[in-house]
């Protein structure tokens, strides 16, 4: 079972449930899932970045990645209808318990000139979305064998009543939030 797993189970759930006197477990604030994504803006330049990045994300996840297609062609951009533009994964489960641990253990202690993480971050249902500038934070990415340098947006999906109960929960997993 992942670690994170495990201790929510065992120690946040009931000391939640303790504080606020809830009776249903349900009633508790709970991760649903994660979503990775990287828009690659130079897709319609070089055909490769997409395919790069897929990979890469791939590795990250632990869990094939799918490819984005643009929905409007908009002549600005040189963007056509149906060209690929980027690639997403949704992670639930196990996987998603393990790359929560990696991402805050492991990837965001390694960012650098690093002050915290926004407070500011959760949207109205208590979401909250982060963004890394490249992909060789993670272990995984080997550095010599990165083609293109890539960001990632990361929105971790809770299921809460209000955004503060999201930040609370977030707090109690270890998420280094600026003072």
């Not at 550095?143 to 109960?165: C, L, T, W, Y």
Request: with cysteine; net charge positive.
């Amino acid at each position: 079972m992942a670690r994170l797993k495990e201790r929510y189970e065992r120690e946040i759930r009931p000391q939640w449930m303790a504080e606020k006197k809830l009776t249903s477990p349900l009633a508790v604030p709970r991760l649903e899932k994660i979503t990775v994504s990287m828009g690659v803006g130079k897709a319609t330049e070089n055909k490769n970045r997409v395919e790069a990045a897929l990979k890469d994300l791939t590795i990250v996840a632990g869990q094939k990645a799918q490819v984005r297609r643009a929905r409007k062609s908009v002549a600005n951009f040189k963007l056509r209808a149906g060209e690929p533009i980027g690639c997403r994964v949704t992670l639930r489960g196990d996987r998603m318990w393990e790359f929560l641990d990696r991402l805050i253990s492991i990837v965001i202690p390694r960012v650098r000139d690093f002050r915290g993480l926004s407070r500011k971050a959760f949207d109205h249902a208590g979401n909250y979305n982060l963004g890394l500038t490249e992909q060789t934070l993670f272990p995984e990415i080997k550095i010599d064998q990165v083609e293109f340098q890539q960001g990632m947006n990361i929105a971790i999906g809770i299921r809460a009543k209000s955004p503060g109960d999201s930040f609370a929960l977030l707090e109690k997993f270890g998420m280094p939030f600026r003072k």
